[in-house]
C-alpha cells in the first residue's frame, strides 16, 4: 500500500511545499510511543520526538529503498515489524482566519502475481513515477479543466511581480510580462488559495479569458519555461 503526495500545500507566495518531515510512532510509550497531548503532536509535526528530543534526518525518517541494504529504511534499521502510524508535515506556511488550503494524495496498491514483498516494493516505485506522471499531465484531460499546481521555478529565484491591464477586469486581462517569448504556465488562484483555473498561453504580453470567473478578487501565478515564476493579484468586476 502506498500513499503519494502529488500536490503538496501552498505557502503564500502560491509555491507548492514539500514533504518536511515524516515522524512513525506505535501504540507504546516512551518517545517513540504513542503521543496523548497536544504538544506531543507539535513535536512530532516539527521532526522531533515526544519527549523533545531532534530526530535523525531533521525528522524525515527511513527514506530509502528497502531493497537497497545501504539505504536509511525500517529494515536496514532492524526495527522490529508492527503496526505503524505516521505523522507527516510540510514546510511552515501561514493560513489566515477562514483560508483554505489544500494538498492531493493518491492511494495505491500494487501486488505483482508472484512477486515477494521486495518485487512488489520495486513495482511500487515504478508506479509511482507513473501515477505523478499521470498528474503532472493532468490525466490527459485538457489544461483548462485540470487541477494542476504550477510550480517548476528556478532555485532560489524569488517571484517577479507580475502586472496585469486592465486591473479589474471583466471579461480578458493582459498578463504584461515585458520580452519574455517563451510558453507561459499560468494558474488562478481563489481568495481561499485553491486553484481554480490554469492554461497555457504563449507570446508577449499574452491575454488571459477571466469571463467565466464570479466578480472577486484572485492571485494569478505565472511560470515560464525557463522557471522564472511572476505572481500578481486581480479583481474580476462587472
Not at 140 to 163: F, G, K, M, Y
Not at 218 to 229: A, L, S
Request: proline fraction near 9%.
Amino acid at each position: 500500500m502506498a500513499v503519494d503526495m502529488l500536490r503538496g500545500p501552498l505557502n503564500e507566495e502560491l509555491e507548492e511545499q514539500p514533504l518536511a518531515h515524516m515522524m512513525p510512532f506505535t501504540n507504546g510509550t516512551g518517545p517513540q510511543g504513542m503521543p496523548n497531548i497536544p504538544l506531543q503532536y507539535y513535536y512530532l509535526m516539527n521532526g522531533y520526538w515526544l519527549d523533545g528530543t531532534p530526530a535523525p534526518g531533521n525528522g524525515l525518517l527511513y527514506p530509502g529503498d528497502p531493497n537497497d541494504p545501504a539505504a536509511d529504511s525500517e529494515l536496514t534499521a532492524g526495527n522490529t515489524p508492527g503496526e505503524r502510524r505516521v505523522i507527516a508535515s510540510s514546510a511552515p506556511f501561514k493560513l489566515q482566519p477562514g483560508a483554505v488550503n489544500e494538498m492531493i494524495l493518491g492511494y495505491y496498491f500494487t501486488q505483482v502475481p508472484g512477486a515477494d514483498a521486495f518485487e512488489n516494493v520495486a513495482a511500487m516505485y515504478g508506479r509511482s513515477d507513473t501515477l505523478q506522471a499521470l498528474f503532472d499531465n493532468c490525466f490527459d484531460i485538457p489544461s483548462h479543466h485540470c487541477a494542476l499546481v504550477v510550480s517548476s521555478r528556478a532555485p532560489n529565484a524569488e517571484p517577479q511581480r507580475l502586472t496585469l491591464s486592465p486591473n479589474p477586469a471583466s471579461q480578458k486581462v493582459v498578463l504584461q510580462v515585458g520580452d519574455i517569448q517563451e510558453k507561459l504556465q499560468v494558474a488562478v488562484y481563489d481568495a481561499f488559495g485553491r486553484q481554480i483555473y490554469s492554461a497555457q498561453l504563449t507570446g508577449t504580453n499574452p491575454e488571459l479569458d477571466v469571463s467565466s470567473l464570479m466578480p472577486g478578487m484572485y492571485w494569478i501565478k505565472v511560470v515560464t519555461d525557463k522557471g522564472i515564476t511572476l505572481v500578481g493579484n486581480m479583481a474580476v468586476a462587472r
